[in-house]
């Protein structure tokens, strides 16, 4: 099947023949169909599996077919997305997917004025994508009104829910028709999941992408037994040895994303870190510049960067372990996007050994063992020289800057 022959709006397929896309990949061609013709949607799919354009598409054609010359009111179609970051990025597959069609796009997310969002609202939009936060502060303003509304999509549920916005889904039901078209999309599935995929479709179609095998097979995985306190050695000689690649590196919290990031500059490698303690701006550009490859080492924790899409990562280095195995999934599926190959590379302490269990059990398979030599590890350590920034040296630095500082108030005065 080629995106030719489907029955969509001819500017659609002119977008899509730019991409680059030949042929749908298997979560479009299982959902495209079923969307098109109005039927509800719970799909299992990682990010990766091109599920953005598999909602994306058959929305745009629809919304198009609607509108034809008339410029109908109220927003037809909401997306709710768990974080900026993601919302962001579905917003720009359908501003590119949408390009040669009438349909109007809006991203409404927090950290920003809310004003002109107000005033783009008020100017009419078809498809509106958000997060829960802004959106329901809009709602109860009275400035967002969802009851023409004929599609819904939760794109990422699972990460909805781990971010404790459940309540907040349930209570978007009381503002949306009954009668509308639902799209449900997680990447993994549990109990409560499929609770609240329930209480949101009617008859859904049930599509789920790879069941036993979790993570995209053109990823190759491995994992490295390195002491907590040696890991940062191991960082620096890995993208040392591997100058050109693109590398996103997830780490527990956002005060170890800096200690790394820190932990670089001392050993001259330039990295940036991205996490819920920036600024929005900050944010966008870090990510700005990583897509575009200026800047080839992030740092991430899991929540700023999971389920972004950035075209040519690498690697993944999973620096700490992480939490769920659901969260191993997440993670690695930022690399092998698409057609590309891409590698996962942990790091796992004798502390995270129970986690790296866990994530084997729910992978169904061993992940390959970096063997390292008693000797390579201990060259590895001596390899990476540090600046000499040790508290002697950073007392001095804060006595000069003591001084100055004295110096300069001496001026003024
Ligand atoms: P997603 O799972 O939506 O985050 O998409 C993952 C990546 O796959 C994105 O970089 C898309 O541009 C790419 N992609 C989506 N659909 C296709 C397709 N039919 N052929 C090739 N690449 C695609």
């Known amino acids: 099947m080629k995106f030719e022959d489907y029955r969509i709006a001819e500017g659609i397929k002119k977008a899509i023949s730019k991409l680059g896309y030949k042929k749908p990949t298997d979560i479009q061609f299982r959902s495209i169909p079923p969307i098109l013709r109005g039927e509800d949607v719970l799909a299992i799919a990682q990010t990766g599996t091109g599920k953005t354009a598999a909602f994306v598409i058959p929305i745009l054609h629809k919304i198009q077919e609607q509108k034809q010359g008339r410029r109908a009111g109220g927003i037809k179609c909401l ?6 970051e993601l919302a962001l990025q579905i917003y720009s597959v359908f501003k590119t997917l949408g390009k040669h069609t009438k349909v109007d796009f809006l991203c409404i997310h927090g950290g920003v004025e809310q004003d002109p969002q107000i005033q783009h ?17 809009l709602i109860s303003q009275g400035h967002l009104i969802l009851n023409h509304l004929k599609i819904l999509v939760l794109d990422e549920a699972d990460h909805m829910l781990d971010l404790g916005f459940i309540k907040d889904i349930r209570d978007l039901e009381r503002h949306l028709p009954k009668h509308r078209q639902t799209l449900f999309f997680s990447a993994t599935i549990n109990d409560s999941i499929k609770k609240l995929a329930y209480s949101l479709v009617t008859n859904a179609i049930r599509i789920q992408i790879s069941p036993k095998d979790p ?16 890991k940062r050695h191991f960082l ?42 920036k600024l929005q701006e900050e944010r966008e550009m870090t990510m700005r510049l990583f897509r575009r490859g200026e800047q080839k080492i992030l740092i991430a924790t899991d929540v700023s ?3 972004i899409d950035i075209p040519y ?63 390579e590890y201990k060259e590895t350590l001596i390899s990476i020289e540090e ?3 040790d508290w002697r040296t ?18 003024r005065r």
């Open 305 to 307: 960067a999971r389920g």
């Open 313 to 375: 990562v690498d690697m993944v280095v999973n620096y700490d372990m992480p939490e769920t195995a659901e969260n191993y999934v997440h993670r690695v599926g930022r690399t092998g996007r698409g057609e590309q190959k891409g590698q996962a590379v942990s790091f796992c302490s004798k502390e995270e050994q129970e986690k790296l269990s866990f994530i084997e059990t729910h992978l169904g398979k061993p992940i390959d063992r970096i063997q390292i030599s008693k000797q």
């Open 215 to 230: 993570v995209a097979k053109n990823i190759t995985h491995a994992v490295a037994m390195i002491e907590m306190d040696d």
């Open 79 to 84: 997306v709710l997305a768990p974080t900026h």
């Open 394 to 411: 950073l007392l001095a630095n804060e006595d000069l800057e003591e001084q100055s500082r004295k110096k300069r108030k001496k001026k």
């Open 236 to 277: 620096a000689d890995l993208i040392r040895k591997n100058p050109e690649f693109k590398i996103l590196v997830f780490v527990r919290t956002k005060v170890r994303a800096e200690r790394v990031k820190k932990a670089l500059e001392r050993v001259e490698i330039v990295s940036d870190s991205i996490h819920s303690d």
């Open 387 to 389: 600046k000499k920034d």
């Open 121 to 137: 609202l008020n100017d009419g939009v078809d498809v509106l994508v958000a997060t829960p936060g802004r959106m329901f502060d």
